[in-house]
């Protein structure tokens, strides 16, 4: 088995290390119900081929790691934000460029928050601010109401798509196919969308985890309350903000209005990228990524190399 698991308080987490061992530390943290296998291999080599040591790993009730009802052992988006820095404990890792996906937007926004001094740099991708009731938009989108605010909710249809659950008793070509479909439908209407490229992303995070049934438990996590949105205005981590502009969970203006509450934001719309990152969209991505990374080394670079 390749990766390695480490202790996390109660849970065990499964980590991934890829990259040079002296490089400076890049932090990927996945999205809702997300293994370390959201992040296609063909992403994280051109971060790795650069120099950097990067790190992806599985969230509690995800791939690899701890697996529990979630009724009996509840958490929230702050339990997860720990994990991350245990992560970077087991490695050995004092500070790290972190960028985080979706929900892992979110994680990076309370790393920054109560955990500071571990964070080089943050990148939040395809995500909204701690003030926004993701929640409640959701649901408002589910029963076709109009948001509260001036942000819109995510996309009714894409709602209703993502609400095609598992089906116990499903063969593996079933639950792949359900799968590509959530994916063909996050990853919009612009960019060219290849279905094998995301059936052989799913193959290999079911091959990971040994099931087919998915995790359903971050539906249920414990949000941050909005009110810490306010709390963003201090935060002085360098912070780079991903909008895509077919995002159709966190559509625009919400990377704007983030990029708002963060001091000194800098703030990227990718063209035609919904919520999901095809291989078209890699080199693009990737490129903003490592220019923001590489203002704001861990380690002092020597100018002569």
């Keep these: 088995m390749r990766g390695k698991l480490i202790r996390a308080g109660e849970v065990t987490l499964w980590l991934e290390e890829i990259g040079p061992p002296g490089g400076d530390v890049v932090l990927l943290v996945a999205g809702a ?3 370390a296998f959201m992040w296609p291999d063909g992403f994280v080599a051109l971060l790795a081929d650069k120099g950097y040591r990067v790190i992806r790993y599985d969230h509690r009730d995800t791939g690899r ?3 529990r009802p979630f009724d009996e052992h509840p958490y929230g988006i702050e339990d997860l934000a720990r994990d991350a820095v245990a992560i970077l404990d087991a490695c050995s890792v004092g500070r ?20 500071l001094e571990r964070l080089s740099s943050l990148t939040l991708m395809l995500t909204t601010g701690l003030d926004v009731d993701f929640a409640g938009n959701y649901l408002r989108a589910m029963r076709g109401e109009p948001p509260v605010g001036s942000l819109p909710t995510p996309r009714p249809d894409v709602v209703a798509e993502l609400g095609r659950m598992f089906t116990p008793g499903a063969t593996l070509e079933d639950e792949l196919q359900r799968r590509v479909e959530q994916w063909r439908v996050l990853a919009g209407d612009v960019l060219p969308f290849d279905p094998d490229e995301f059936r052989r992303i799913e193959a290999a995070a079911i091959e990971h985890t040994g099931s087919l049934v998915p995790s359903t438990a971050h539906a249920r996590i414990r949000p941050v309350p909005t009110k810490r949105g306010e709390e963003l205005r201090r935060v002085r981590t360098p912070a780079l903000v991903i909008q895509g502009r077919e995002d159709p969970l ?22 035609g990228l919904g919520h999901a990152l095809p291989s078209v969209a890699h080199e693009r991505i990737a490129k903003v990524i ?3 990374m590489r203002q704001h080394p861990t380690r002092v670079i020597d100018p002569e190399n």
Excluded: Y
């Design 33 to 35: 119900n997300g293994s």
């Design 65 to 67: 790691s701890t697996r």
């Design 250 to 271: 966190n559509p625009p203006p919400h990377g704007r209005h983030l990029a708002n509450l963060i001091p000194g934001a800098t703030l990227v719309e990718i063209p």
């Design 290 to 292: 490592l220019g923001h």
């Design 96 to 115: 790290a460029h972190v960028v985080g996906l979706s929900m892992g937007g979110t994680i990076g926004q309370v790393l920054a928050l109560d955990h």
